[in-house]
């Protein structure tokens, strides 16, 4: 094996990962999709030729997908070799969630790196299209029971071969797609991103050569499970468990509960969801790919100093119980993993925080809302507008939490509201920030948000709400408080109306004029309400983030002294 030195090591860790940030940054600017071009709902990365372990991810893509692709890498690596002619210059599509991980929405590529006629790794880029068929468009269809009412469903299948394109593969996923143009630019921005990824692997090949590289690759697996296991070393030896819930599966309004036991025992670690609710019929269950692929999300989150290289995991066994929903089988449908992922990573934060609460925060909004509005223009061409909505953070041991953010699963960012109402015949009546729905503790939570939604299509529209916490608040930590919980209304010829499954509904029909509005949650706030400073306080009803009774019922009368 070759020898590196630290510095070289150093130079070439930054090279490759400047290699992804930049393939992201390709599809980031060439994709016609929001979800991805403004939400950033993609990710590229390099993985191990022979495991499909991560080596290298972009820093702008989505932490899930870490997890994720390497599994998806590891499914092409098993097709090639069962057939056993992997070229140069093949490309591999897929979006089977049962597979690769996530969900239908998730459209995956992986192509084999050569050097010198060698496999040398991997280039993967995956993203988020805004429709792939299914029942409800945008996807998220919170009445499926299997895979086949959410999507179409691609297996592993080559859209390249040799550097060839097969124009039948597109054909087919273009036929199924109520926006081909959007589906199209999407898959050249994706191609187009992998491309530049082996022109900077070469470049970087010829400068260092493969060997030195390859050095680099195997000695930051290393030192990522090095450094895990002295952070693992570090802490105290115990098993603390946690608990949370969904609201329920979008069919049979009863809660599902997520367990987990956290155990730490000198440089390892043990996530245990045993005791998880089974497989259920709605579309919350999860494939086992993601679960892993979640731990590691929440991993990273406690421990952000650490890489983004499959050697983290290594010291840390994640043990998914079979049979359940953090475990489901094909065709169980998988479109609403957003919302058990963000549970899962609830619940490892509440366990950890009873070892070292200095290291977590409190649980953040924990959904993303995922809203279509759908419809006709008066010319018939079909609009979809898909988007996902912002909540509170979770307060910290050092800072209130933050208002308006997005998902701890990712890095994307919400939709502007200029490029939605330009992109679609909608208008926001309100986006702004949700008065009294932070946990209230030392550091309280950060704010919802507020949005209110008219449908402006003389045509009228069809809604469809894949939702969360409308039952089960946020959870503060470190004795703080929960947060306010998500409510979902719509407006009718008879008025506002909340939908039965509260944060759950398909087929919801608003006429030109009418509305829907979210007031998502906020964020769990962190350490005791009686430990935070009136003038904290009082800047905080100055401002109008808390009202002067909701104040006096979560701190006492005192901080009015501030105002006296």
């Known amino acids: ?84 002619d992997l070229a140069d210059g093949d490309i591999f599509i897929f979006n089977d969630a049962h597979i690769g991980g996530t969900h239908l929405s998730d459209m995956r590529l992986v192509r084999p790196y050569f050097r010198d006629g060698k496999l040398f790794c991997y280039l993967a880029s995956v993203g988020h299209w805004h429709d792939v068929g299914g029942a409800v468009p945008g996807n998220y269809n919170p009445a499926a029971t299997e895979v086949f009412q959410e999507a179409f469903i691609l297996p592993p299948v080559r859209l390249a071969r040799a550097g060839v394109v097969n124009q039948d593969i597109i054909d087919i996923l273009l036929r199924n797609t109520r926006l081909p143009q959007s589906a199209m630019g999407d898959l050249n921005g994706q191609l187009g991103a992998l491309d530049l990824g082996v022109r900077r692997m070469d470049e970087l090949l010829d400068e260092y050569g493969a060997d030195t590289v390859q050095a680099a690759l195997d000695a930051l697996g290393q030192r990522a499970e090095t450094l895990m296991r002295s952070e693992l070393t570090a802490l105290p030896d115990g098993r603390w468990e946690a608990e949370d819930f969904l609201d329920n599966d979008g069919i049979t309004d009863d809660p599902l509960p997520i367990r987990v036991a956290l155990e730490i025992r000198d440089d390892r670690m043990v996530l245990d969801f045993t005791g998880s609710a089974p497989q259920c019929a709605g579309p919350v269950n999860i494939a086992r790919p993601t679960t892993v692929a979640t731990a590691y999300v929440a991993i990273k989150h406690i421990f952000p100093g650490l890489p983004a290289n499959a050697g983290v995991m290594r010291p840390i066994d994640v043990i998914v119980p079979e049979g359940s929903l953090l475990s489901a089988e094909f065709p169980a449908p998988t479109g609403g993993y957003t919302e058990t992922i963000l549970r899962m990573i609830d619940v490892v934060f509440c366990a950890f925080a009873q070892a070292a609460p200095e290291r977590v925060v409190a649980n953040a909004y924990g959904t993303i809302n995922a809203l279509s509005i759908a419809g006709k223009r008066k010319d018939g061409r079909p609009w979809v507008m ?39 015949p909608v208008m926001f009546r309100t986006w702004a920030l949700r008065p009294d729905s932070a946990g209230a503790g030392a550091h309280r939570g950060g704010m919802g948000a507020i949005y209110e939604i008219e449908v402006l299509e003389e045509n009228g529209a069809e809604a469809f709400l894949f939702g969360e916490r409308g039952r089960f608040a946020p959870h503060g930590i470190a004795g703080g408080g929960d947060a306010a919980m998500n409510l979902f209304s719509y407006e009718t ?19 030109q004029g009418q509305a829907v509005r979210l007031e998502t949650p906020g964020g769990g706030g962190y350490g005791l309400a009686a430990d935070r400073a009136p003038a904290a306080i009082a800047r905080d009803v100055a401002r109008g983030l808390i009202t002067d009774e909701a104040a006096d019922a979560q701190y006492g009368p005192a901080w009015r002294k501030e105002t006296a």
Do not use: C
């Not at 510095?7 to 599809?27: H, K, N, P, W």
């Not at 909505?389 to 933050?402: A, C, K, M, N, R």
């Open 1 to 84: 094996m070759t020898e590196i030195d630290p510095i070289t090591l150093s130079v070439l860790a930054g090279r490759m990962e400047q290699i992804a940030d930049e393939m992201d940054a390709t599809l980031f600017r060439a994709a016609f999709n929001p979800i991805i071009a403004e939400a950033h709902d993609a990710s590229h990365g390099l993985y191990h030729a022979d495991t499909g372990d991560t080596l290298v991810q972009g820093k702008s893509g989505l932490p899930i997908f870490v997890g994720v692709m390497s599994f998806a890498v590891k499914a092409v690596i098993d097709k090639a070799a069962a057939e056993g």
């Open 386 to 424: 898909f988007s996902f909505y912002g909540g509170g953070h979770g307060g910290s041991i050092e800072s209130d939490g933050l208002n308006h953010g997005n998902a701890p699963i990712s890095t994307a960012t919400i939709p502007p509201m200029e490029i939605l109402e330009a992109a679609y």
């Open 493 to 511: 010829d008879s008025g506002w109306q909340h939908p039965p499954l509260v944060s759950k509904m398909r087929g919801l029909r608003l006429k």
